[in-house]
């Protein structure tokens, strides 16, 4: 009976919408949650587009401009502490009708800061509004407010505090207070009901409905305050950016024609997530004109684009910056090994799968930040990078045997090949080393992932490394890597990588984020100083310097950048569809998206 249910319910509404299709459904639909301790990006598609912040990244080209402020902030000193002073623009407003001011945006950061601090709130709120940077905010006026900081440095500051979504002091304020008084864990905020009391957003949209497992259903606010602000791009790279009440701010003066021009709606009367178990599902669904666009970190593999042929959709593809790694629990042996993880380094022949296994759709890398990403980038190399697959298995095992590793059978190579494989592989301390786990997603949600796992599980076995590959589902690798800790290896990958703060979140020592336990005192003093300063030349070396120690202490294993292939209904109209990792990485565009019949 649900089902039908269901199914009448988007025969009903499906007219005048946008229906996007995710593959791994939302933990929560909560700000606390979602910029918390469940961050992922399938929770970013249908969630951060509800509160906007101070700044935010351009259209495209990604360059830091003005969102709810202004202008750029005035930075001032105040004895020992950096004042950025923030300036909002008029007419701002909740979903609700109400104003948004700066005592919102005083409230946002002061509580969440304290928080941090007193109560434990973790995931990205600790490097959006970092202690360590962040004292408070003050508010001078309904459109002005003051934030203190005790160190500056862009990535705290300008990518940190400034892009940090704006929550509502009314609604949140009563929850937060009964939590910094002690009256209540940090969980009670994380339990709150934002589903059938949603909280105001800033956004074009705000939750209408969640039927759990099969819809998250969005709808348009209406008479939006901010609809049909421009954001213009110009031949010289001149931003201009335009907006109700003749706000106008300006990058610098434009010269030459219009190259980009992006006008905010909503253009659609609401949006509905639809879930699907699988890649294969979401595709029938487009082809049927049951979804008009399929939302995916990983885009659609080459067999999903041959079963749309023929169905009124338009194939996009673009290059990507979104790693895909392999990664070790350094708390357990042999992982513990640096040897042992340059050998695996060796084995995983991603030259050989690129050229014979998967030849299309994406591409090996050698650092964490993808070449991609010209400007943080550095020029690293993997161990084995254009050896023979076969000479890269004997340096392995070479490795391996000079750290003090033995085999109750060694492998035995000759004449170009392994003729007996390696058994019972034992440790420098005299351990045998009993089956490693290797989690990868499944089949059906990534082959290529599922593919590489199953190669790397094979070239382990052959020199007695008794790796053994479990799939499963993404959120089951999520929940048993980052909060049972209960892996040996697993493969994921992230987000579009634009700035190298993923370094510092996922593998500085004092990080909730680092899962694999890593330790470097030097690369410790590199993310300290990276956090901490302005200038970009200096920062860029510091990334080049922490790349280069990654590359040496493999606590991942850096393995591909895939090429995003999307496909989307003919009747949506986008703004731009050429953007590096797709349109998936600006969460399908729905503020700016157009339908037509």
Do not use: C
């Amino acid at each position: 009976m649900k089902r039908i249910l269901v199914f009448l319910f988007f025969s009903v509404i499906l007219a005048g919408t946008l229906r996007y299709a995710i593959l791994v459904e939302p933990k929560a639909l909560n700000v606390w949650v979602d910029y918390g301790p469940h961050a992922i990006t399938w929770s970013k598609y249908v969630f951060s587009g509800k509160y906007r912040s101070l700044y935010r990244f351009s259209h495209v080209t990604f360059e830091f401009v003005p969102d709810l402020a202004e202008d750029l902030p005035v930075v001032s000193k105040e004895g020992s502490y950096t004042v950025y002073t923030v300036k909002l623009r008029k007419g701002l407003r909740w979903s609700d009708g109400t104003l948004l001011t700066a005592r919102d945006v005083a409230f946002t950061f002061n509580s969440a800061v304290e928080l941090v601090k007193k109560a434990g709130l973790s995931g990205n709120w600790v490097s959006m509004v970092d202690p360590e940077f962040f004292e408070r905010a003050e508010v001078v006026d309904e459109r002005m407010v003051k934030l203190y900081f005790k160190k500056t440095g862009f990535l705290r500051v300008e990518y940190g505090v400034l892009m940090a979504p704006i929550i509502q002091e009314a609604y949140w304020k009563e929850h937060v207070e009964k939590v910094l008084s002690g009256e209540k864990k940090v969980d009670y905020l994380y339990s709150i009901d934002t589903v059938s009391n949603p909280d105001p957003a800033s956004g074009p949209f705000v939750l209408r409905r969640w039927e759990k497992g099969a819809f998250i259903e969005l709808r348009a606010v209406k008479d939006y305050f901010d609809k049909g602000y421009t954001e213009i791009h110009h031949e010289n790279g001149a931003i201009v950016l335009k907006g109700p009440e003749g706000y106008e701010w300006r990058s610098k003066e434009p010269e030459g024609r219009e190259t980009l021009r992006v006008e905010m709606g909503p253009f659609v009367d609401g949006v509905v997530y639809r879930v699907y178990q699988n890649a294969s599902m979401a595709v029938q669904a487009l082809k049927m004109g049951e979804v008009d666009f399929i939302l995916s970190p990983k885009g659609l593999q080459e067999g999903d684009i041959e079963n749309l042929r023929g169905a009124s959709v338009e194939i996009i593809r673009n290059d990507s910056i979104n790693p895909r790694y392999l990664a070790f629990n350094l708390d357990r042996s042999p992982q513990k090994y640096r040897e042992f993880r340059k050998a695996m380094a060796l084995i995983t022949d991603m030259d050989l799968i690129a050229e014979r296994v998967i030849p299309a759709g994406m591409s090996p890398i050698d650092s964490l930040i993808p070449k991609g990403n010209t400007f943080w980038h550095a020029p690293v190399r993997l161990p084995g990078r254009g050896l023979p697959h076969f000479e890269r298995m004997k340096k392995a095992y070479e490795i391996l045997k000079k750290a003090g590793f033995k085999w109750i059978v060694e492998p035995k190579f000759l004449g170009g090949r392994i003729v007996r494989k390696g058994r019972g592989l034992i440790d420098p301390q005299g351990n045998v080393v009993k089956e490693l786990k290797l989690l990868a997603p499944t089949e059906s949600y990534d082959p290529m992932r599922s593919t590489i796992a199953l190669y790397i599980e094979n070239w382990a076995n052959e020199l007695g490394i008794p790796v053994k590959v479990y799939t499963m589902d993404f959120k089951a690798i999520i929940e048993k890597a980052y909060y049972e800790r209960d892996f040996d290896m697993f493969i994921l990958g992230w987000g579009p990588v634009r700035t190298p703060e993923h370094l510092v979140n996922y593998l500085s020592s004092w990080s909730s984020f680092n899962v694999t336990h890593y330790f470097n005192p030097e690369f410790d003093e590199l993310s300290k100083e990276l956090l901490e300063t302005s200038d970009l030349e200096k920062a860029r070396e510091i990334a080049f310097k922490m790349q280069e120690i990654i590359s040496e202490d493999l606590p991942y294993i850096p393995l591909f950048v895939p090429e995003i292939t999307e496909a989307y209904s003919k009747k949506l109209v986008f703004p731009y569809t050429k953007v590096q990792s797709g349109l998936q990485s600006v969460r399908g565009l729905v503020e700016y998206v157009r339908k037509g019949d």
